[in-house]
């Protein structure tokens, strides 16, 4: 999938410094889907517990395509320093050890996420809930993952620099809303807290090595604003398939 590319203003322009061009990618924060309509129903309280089990379902087949994107990037790493770090991504979703517990891995955790709004395990891992443009918008990333510089696929997932505070809303806001979710439930949104900063630390210390002139700090800009839209998208076609 092509990238849409900003206007080549750039060209010519220096290079912003470290600290400005973290600054830059912070700021598409805005974009965020944590500020979709349907996440800030969600986490007013104004869904109905079919809408959540909806989402639910829907993100799964995100949360089982992140350590397919993972591993896609890792394939394209030609350094092990790089590998050891990126693989650790892989194992905090499919899990590690003896997969009890923490170790069980994030689409364990979300598999529990779904077994407490009321929706069975063969269910979940059906997939039969899940709206063709979730599917697409997902699959649409892993492609790019897979086929683009695997520095250009590490800034992609710098939308973790947003994420803890989503969860932090969930955590804040579910309890009160949606009592009839059981607690263990929310494991995976307290997990991926501290799990989403340690891995920001890896890719913007990437990112900024990496894209050291004003078109290429561009060129990341437009990489981090795909990635965005397709999270995006994902939340405008589960709302469709809620209605």
């Known amino acids: 999938m092509e990238i849409a590319q900003s206007p080549s203003i750039a060209n010519g322009l220096p290079a912003w410094t470290p600290d400005e061009f973290e600054r830059q990618l912070r700021a598409k924060g805005t974009a965020y889907h944590i500020h979709h309509p349907f996440n800030v129903r969600m ?10 089990r909806c989402w639910v379902a829907n993100r799964f087949y995100y949360q089982i395509c992140i350590p397919r994107k993972d591993a896609a990037i890792l394939a394209n790493m030609p350094d092990r320093a790089h590998r050891r770090l990126w693989v650790e991504r ?18 364990e955790t979300w598999t529990q996420l779904g077994q407490a709004v009321g929706i069975s395990r063969d269910e979940l891992w059906s997939l039969q809930g899940v ?33 803890p505070q989503i969860h932090k ?12 979710i059981e607690a263990q439930g929310l494991t995976y949104f307290r997990s991926r807290i501290p799990l989403a900063s340690r891995d920001v ?7 900024l090595n990496y ?4 078109q290429a700090q561009q060129r990341a800009l437009d990489i981090l604003q795909f990635k965005l839209d397709i999270l995006w998208s994902m939340l405008d076609g589960i709302e469709k398939a809620c209605q």
Not at 45 to 50: L, P, R, S
Not at 90 to 103: K, R
Not at 211 to 214: G, L, S, Y
């Open 90 to 107: 892989i194992l905090d979703h499919d899990g590690y050890g003896d997969y009890e517990g923490s170790a069980a891995g994030g689409i």
């Open 211 to 214: 894209f050291t002139t004003r």
């Open 131 to 163: 709206a063709p443009a979730v599917r697409f918008a997902c699959d649409a990333y892993v492609n790019f993952a897979a086929k683009a510089p695997w520095q250009e696929a590490v800034c992609s997932s710098l939308t973790e620099m947003f994420a």
């Open 43 to 52: 986490n007013s309280g104004g869904c109905t517990a079919e809408e959540i």
């Open 201 to 207: 630390e890896h890719g913007l210390a990437v990112t």
């Open 169 to 180: 809303d969930r955590l804040a806001t579910w309890p009160g809303h949606y009592p009839w």
